[in-house]
């Protein structure tokens, strides 16, 4: 089954002001939606991140997959690669680490590889799930993903989230997520103010909600010192402690003093970090991102590597649609391995996607696995539309939470560690 087009379309949809160590985002977050089409009539879907870098990569490897085969993954990847040659490409946030020339391969490869994976889904009949070993689990868990925030961006009207700036206002907003998605686990993006404030924001959710396990993710912005005292404060009230200070290294030392595991997104993002990760000690859980590590099949893979070692697995989210969440699904019902709620930026889209409603649903904090062949969703050709001209008409090109903070504290800087 060849590959007869591939559609590459930019989109833009409203995010809030969210606060993290990079600075806050801006008021429009991006995301590329690639279609391939086969000479067989099947269209498959896969998304990506949407920086202009990133989206230039993704449509000059899209002209170089026409005539392959949907089903030779290995040929798709060597003209991805060809097509990327030595080039870097690199987040302006830096929230999801170093960049090298294999991450870049594979991020530009993902959306590729899942499209095709939905085409080959279709064709068989078949969800995507058991094209990856079959599922382990009928319905994939998420933690309520909570962020300090502004009520609303700066010259705008308050959102429908409003304002968490102080532990009061983290505990509103974990309620209002779990009360309308029955999440089970919370995760807190922190690095946003001195760690002691961020202990007390943890400890008012644990008090207020007992039994939900809870994480806190800095994104690498406290020293190692600050991370061990930190780790150690927080002693018996954390799932894990994610990225508390940057590098392998660094977080080997933490690793060594504080009494929970340390997971990352950050320090280990390919497969050459795994061994020298092993070898110190650094890390108890990987958040493994299939927009980056390669796609669902490579994920699935490091996914069986990590167990061999002990290393527990959850899913790492950037600010996402539709399509992403169903191939995520897909992906964590078929890997044993990830034992922990994976993250979801999800609630925060507040209803917008490309994907026709209603083949993604939260039931007590889990996505089903979506019905159907393939992804099993269908693209909402309006709201592909609508998000387009979004994007046409933003003006931005690439995320820059730190520039965007700056506009309203000229003082701000992004430099980690901070404290």
């Not at 649903?361 to 393939?374: I, K, M, N, Q, T």
């Amino acid at each position: 089954m060849l590959i007869r087009q591939v559609v590459v379309t930019p989109v833009a949809f409203r995010d809030p002001p969210l606060l993290n160590a990079a600075g806050v985002h801006e008021p429009w977050a991006l995301r590329t939606i690639v279609e391939i089409v086969t000479d067989e009539g099947l269209t498959g879907l896969g998304e990506t991140y949407g920086d202009l870098d990133h989206l230039e990569r993704v449509r000059t490897a899209a002209q170089a997959l026409v005539g392959l085969d949907v089903y030779r993954h290995n040929a798709i990847h060597a003209a991805v690669a060809a097509s990327v040659g030595a080039d870097v490409v690199s987040d302006l946030h830096g929230l999801t680490g170093i960049a090298t020339p294999e991450k870049t391969v594979d991020r530009v490869f993902s959306p590729f590889e899942v499209a095709c994976l939905d085409i080959r889904g279709k064709a068989a009949g078949r969800p995507v799930v058991d094209l990856l070993g079959g599922r382990v689990r009928d319905a994939v868990p998420y933690s309520a993903y909570l962020f300090y925030k502004w009520a609303g961006h700066p010259g705008a009207p308050e959102d429908a989230f409003g304002a968490a700036l102080d532990p009061a206002g983290l505990v509103e907003q974990a309620r209002l997520f779990i009360d309308r998605y029955g999440f089970r686990s919370i995760k807190l993006k922190g690095g946003v103010f001195p760690p002691a404030e961020e202990i007390e924001g943890i400890r008012a959710l644990r008090e207020a909600f007992p039994d939900h396990p809870l994480r806190l993710d800095p994104n690498a912005a406290w020293t190692v010192g600050t991370s061990i005292e930190v780790g150690r404060a927080l002693e018996g009230a954390l799932e894990y402690l994610e990225d508390p200070a940057p590098g392998i290294e660094g977080m080997a030392r933490v690793a060594a003093e504080v009494p929970m595991p340390l997971a990352t997104n950050m320090c280990v993002v390919t497969p050459e970090h795994l061994p020298p990760a092993i070898r110190q000690g650094a890390i108890g859980v990987l958040l493994i991102d299939h927009h980056y590590w390669g796609g669902l099949v490579k994920s699935a893979h490091i996914a069986t590597l990590c167990a061999t070692f002990g290393i527990e697995l959850s899913m790492h989210s950037n600010s996402h649609l539709g399509i992403s969440l169903a191939a995520m699904t897909h992906l964590a019902a078929a890997t044993p391995a990830i034992t922990h709620a994976c993250d979801t930026h999800t609630p925060w889209q507040d209803g917008q996607d490309v994907v026709v409603p209603g083949a993604l649903r939260f039931v007590d904090g889990a996505v089903p696995v979506p019905e159907g062949p393939g992804l099993g969703v269908e693209l909402d050709r309006d709201a592909l539309a609508v998000m387009h001209e979004q994007y046409v008409k933003c003006g931005i090109r690439a995320r820059d939470d730190e520039t965007y903070m700056r506009t309203f504290e000229p003082s701000f800087s992004a430099q980690r560690p901070r404290w």
